[in-house]
Structure formats: C-alpha cells, structure tokens
C-alpha cells in the first residue's frame, strides 16, 4: 500500500459475502477492492492489498478468535503511505471461502491504527518480504497465499486479480475476484504475458516489473523502460515527476487545486497511453484515463470536470521506482501475482476497452 490520494473515500459495505471454490469476490470502494473473509470467529472486511505482505484484523470490527487460536507473544507494526497499525501477532485460521482454509496463519490483531476507518484491516498480496521487519520476532511473515501453497490447498503459489471499471457510484458491488492458485481464463483476453520481478530495487521489492510509457497516436514518449510496481491499493497511476510533467504536456491538463487532480477542458484532444512490457503493449484508453465522473463530487470536483488518474510519484525518474500501477488502471487489466515463479503475468479483459465515462 503505497501512496493514498482520496484515503476519505473509504465506504461500508453493508453485506458480508462469503465465497465458495478459490474464487473470491472483491467489491468496490472506489479507490481499492475490499473482500471479507473469515478469521478465527469472527468475519472481517479487509482491504486488498498487493503492495503489503501482512494480514491483520482488529481496525473497525474486534478480533474474535477461532478455537485454535494461539497469541504468539509477538507484536506487530507496519507503516503504509497512508497509515498504520500495531498490535499484536496470533496464529490462527483464515477461511476465503469453503475450500480455501488456512490453520496457523499469522495475523496481526490491531490494537491501534491509522487511516483505517471503515474496514477491518488488509489482505496482503506483496511478496512475503515486504513484512520483514515487521513483526518483534523478525524475519518474514508469509502470506496467506504461501501458506494455502503449502498446505497444499492451491496448486501453484499464486493469485489472479480481475477488476471491471464500475458502471455506477454504488460502493459495495462486486467488482472482481481474487483467484487462488490458479488463472481464471473466463475473466480475460488474448494471452497472459508473463514478465519476470524486476532487479531494480526498491521496485524488485515489490510486485515490480520493467515497463515504459508513450502517449497518442504518434507514441511520443512519456517514461523510457524503467522499473516501477504494481500495487492496487494506490488509486492513481503514478509516474515520476519528469514524466508527469511529459504527459502534462502532452494532454495540455492543468493541476486542479480542489481534487488534486490534473484536469482537461474537454475529452476531444485526449489521447491514449500505452505502456510496453517487453514486446507486450497494453493501451489505457482515453475514457480509462478519466476519473469515473460519477464519482467527481466525491473528490471535490465539478460534476462536469475531466480530471485524469495520472499523478504524480513525486521523484525524478531512476530512482528505482518510477511508476505506480494503481487501482483505477488494473480495472482494465487481469494481473497474476505469480510468487512461484517469481513473475507478473498481465493481460486484456473484456473491460479493457470498455467507455464508462
Ligand atoms: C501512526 O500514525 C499516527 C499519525 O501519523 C501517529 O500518531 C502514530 O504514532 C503512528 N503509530 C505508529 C505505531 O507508528
């Protein structure tokens, strides 16, 4: 979880939705995904989260532990872009749906946090080093995923993320899935392309990969090959400063001071951006680049504006991480978070081209 734009813009949902088979729904809350999952006894309503590696609970709604619960002594700490919390480290078991069941997963139990008003705590996707350090006992905590692996409840150590655009301002529909391990081929198009984890840190550290960026039809550049993340609890694609100033440019958008958003007087002149993954190119397609207007009141913004979901990183380009892949960008894609194989996998969907604004 990285930088938090509209950290406000958090909803309830108001129905717990429990999933069957290793499929499990994720809905919206406008600027990330939220599944709800059991833990110990109790049910909780959790943020989906690639870009952290620690599965906690406690915010919102009390830890209720499960008979096998077990208080490791340990406590926990993690900071967000956007928050935090602390408390302590139980064992315990985690159920995503009826055939998804892990015993003995390690979870935070909050005692106190920051920035999470509305949920329970998180889901963390990330590779399991991202908890390094977290916890008073050291070392890496793994994830929920590692240890469905493990257990032998999933075939292959990973997870799948569909996401479609929203078609209205309802917080709470369902809006995807998270597959575990294995690809869910009726939730994309075309192939999966697979690129290896970067080697260019801080990115490496995270669902990183190597990508550039070209904008229009005359694909001038906006970002050369460079690493950056994919992380989808970050709601906007960032881009290093230099390139967001390039594709400021190349749209002719203004800052908005009330949404903190770029804006453009009219959709005519806006174009697509590409991004390439080796040979690979995906479009973000214009309408992709709009924030949903449905939602532009939400964020303080004029019913009618055109404000973009490209912001800026807020450093210069090298320095390792140099693009955010964020939530309203992967509602257009289907990415595999592959830990076993050390690999993102991206691909089209049938929502890719879809014109929602
Ligand atoms: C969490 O963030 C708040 C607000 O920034 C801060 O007051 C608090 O000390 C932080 N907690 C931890 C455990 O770092």
């Avoid at 429990?18 to 309503?45: C, E, F, K, R, W």
């Avoid at 257990?151 to 799948?160: F, K, P, R």
């Avoid at 951006?273 to 995906?282: S, W």
């Avoid at 397609?285 to 207007?293: C, F, G, Q």
């Amino acid at each position: 979880m990285m930088l938090q734009s509209f950290a406000t813009a958090i909803f309830m949902i108001s129905a717990a939705i429990q999933a069957s088979g290793v499929t499990v729904p994720i809905t919206d809350a406008l600027v990330h995904g939220l599944v709800t999952i059991n833990v110990g006894a109790g049910n909780y309503m959790l943020i989906v989260d690639s870009g952290s590696a620690n599965t906690w609970v406690g915010a919102k709604t009390p830890y209720q532990p499960g008979p096998n619960s077990k208080d490791t002594g340990e406590t926990v700490t993690v900071h967000y872009g956007s928050g935090n919390f602390s408390g302590k480290v139980f064992l315990d078991n985690v159920d995503l749906s009826s055939e998804l069941v892990v015993s003995g997963q390690s979870i935070g139990v909050a005692k106190t946090s920051t920035g999470f008003n509305d949920v329970d705590g998180v889901l963390g996707l990330g590779p399991s080093d991202l908890s390094s350090g977290t916890t008073s006992g050291g070392g890496v905590v793994p994830t929920v995923t590692e240890n469905l692996f493990t257990e032998g409840a999933i075939n292959s150590n990973l997870v799948a993320i569909s996401l479609e655009p929203s078609t209205s301002t309802h917080e709470g529909e369902i809006i995807g899935e998270i597959s575990f391990g294995e690809v869910d081929s009726s939730k994309y198009t075309g192939d999966i392309n697979y690129t290896p984890i970067t080697l260019t840190s801080p990115a490496s550290t995270f669902w990183g990969l190597d990508a550039s960026f070209q904008y229009g039809a005359s694909r001038a550049n906006v970002l050369s090959t460079t690493a950056g993340i994919i992380d989808h609890t970050t709601s906007l694609l960032l881009l290093a400063t230099d390139a967001f100033k390039d594709f400021q440019k190349l749209t002719g958008a203004t800052p908005d001071t009330n949404t903190g958003l770029l804006k453009v007087p009219s959709t005519e002149t806006l174009e697509s951006l590409f991004f390439q993954v080796k040979e690979v190119t995906y479009e973000i397609t214009a309408n992709a680049l709009i924030w949903p207007r449905a939602l532009n009141s939400i964020i303080g913004g004029e019913a009618a504006g055109i404000y973009l979901v490209v912001g800026d990183h807020g450093s210069p380009s090298g320095s390792g991480l140099d693009f955010v892949i964020g939530y309203s960008i992967l509602r257009r894609f289907y990415t595999v978070l592959d830990t076993g194989n050390h690999r993102i996998g991206i691909a089209t969907t049938p929502h890719t081209h879809d014109t929602t604004n």
